[in-house]
């Protein structure tokens, strides 16, 4: 019930594409979902992140869809470039204090 | 930019010795996380202190695991004896304060090979 199911595992797409990376998570007590991006010898960094009141929210080229009656939330990077080959992880935590648990990651290669 | 800092960035070592990590976290920062990552998996909590306590180890193996933050400033992580399993990245994380929505800020990681 703690688990974050991320995927694909691994994306390949060109430049200008638009990646779409999901994820799905069991207890619904879960209320904070964030997007973390990490770089080859680098620790994870926040990106993008939403409650459950909303169902989508946008930063940038970087948007967050949120479906709370299929328990499920994904990623999309509009006009992708090659500086967004990455892995990323979505997370999830709530209020009551239960740790944060990732997913698996995903890594993604934006083609030139 | 503050950053959570971290070393060694690298250390090789060979089962059945003893190894220690170290981590400076944001000043002011109240919270730390230690967390282990294996290759190809997401990062999983070992250890979460609040200032100078512990608030979950719960998934910390405390046969060979430990952690401490005397001061409530910077932490060390222990293992000993190592084992083969234990080869992955141990990062160090930090935020202000407890809530879940606060920002984690990580640090590079220290990549462990255990021989």
């Known amino acids: 019930q703690q688990q974050v199911k991320q995927s694909p595992q691994s994306l390949i797409v060109q430049k200008g594409g638009i990646p779409i990376i999901n994820c799905a998570y069991e207890n619904t007590a879960f209320d904070y979902f964030p997007w973390y991006q990490q770089f080859p010898g680098k620790g994870p960094a926040l990106l993008i992140a939403i409650r459950p009141d909303v169902s989508e929210k946008k930063e940038g080229r970087f948007t967050i869809s949120f479906n709370k009656s299929a328990k499920q939330f994904s990623l999309h990077i509009m006009d992708s470039q090659p500086g967004d080959s990455a892995t990323y992880f979505c997370a999830a935590s709530n209020t009551g204090g239960f740790k944060t648990i990732f997913g698996a990651g995903t890594r993604l290669f934006v083609k030139a | 930019e503050a950053e959570v800092a971290q070393s060694p960035r690298y250390k090789i070592t060979e089962k059945s010795q003893a190894v220690a990590f170290w981590c400076d976290p944001i000043?002011?920062?109240?919270?730390l996380y230690w967390y282990r990552q294996i290759l190809g998996q997401g990062p999983e909590l070992l250890v979460q202190?609040?200032?100078?306590?512990?608030?979950?180890d719960s998934q910390l193996p405390k046969d060979r695991f430990s952690a401490e933050r005397l001061k409530g400033v910077d932490s060390t992580l222990k293992i000993q004896p190592a084992e083969l399993g234990d080869s992955a990245m141990y990062l160090c994380?930090?935020?202000?304060?407890?809530?879940?929505?606060?920002?984690?800020?990580f640090g590079p990681g220290t990549r462990l090979t255990v021989l």
């Open positions: 202190f609040q200032d100078e306590s512990v608030v979950d």
């Open positions: 994380a930090s935020t202000e304060s407890s809530g879940p929505y606060n920002e984690q800020f």
């Open positions: 000043s002011g920062h109240a919270t």
